[in-house]
Nanobody
Framework: QVQLVESGGGLVQAGGSLRLSCAAS????????MAWYRQAPGKQRELVAA???????NYADSVKGRFTISRDNAKNTVYLQMSSLRPEDTAVYYC??????????????WGQGTQVTVSS
């Protein structure tokens, strides 16, 4: 089994910054793509940013130039540096990882989510 644990959420004023972290643990052979999603109240979950194992990055248009995704393969951890935060960034942020386990089964895993609230 694989667990993803997020940290770093909280309350911040508009224009501020936060850094989210997501650490994977368990029966991991290799972590392939990793990503951050978010879900605001009454809205569907949406992709915020994704990063391949080789660190190719992809961003939603709404966060380009403000958010940066990165990863540390040695630590099985993905980060999301969020700057110039806006009230519309308020959401629960979820970590996602495509993991090949030690028995060579590849599955998608989700973290429990971390709340980010941006006040105006």
């Amino acid at each position: 089994q694989v667990q993803l644990v997020e940290s770093g959420g909280g309350l911040v004023q508009a224009g501020g910054s936060l850094r989210l972290s997501c650490a994977a643990s368990g029966s991991i052979f290799r972590i392939n793509a990793m990503a951050w999603y978010r879900q605001a109240p009454g809205k569907q979950r949406e992709l915020v940013a994704a990063i391949t194992r080789g660190s190719v990055e992809n961003y939603a248009d709404s966060v380009k130039g403000r958010f940066t995704i990165s990863r540390d393969n040695a630590k099985n951890t993905v980060y999301l540096q969020m700057s110039s935060l806006r009230p519309e960034d308020t959401a629960v942020y979820y970590c996602n990882a495509e993991v090949t386990t030690k028995v060579l089964i590849t599955k998608n895993y989700w973290g429990q989510g971390t709340q980010v609230t941006v006040s105006s």
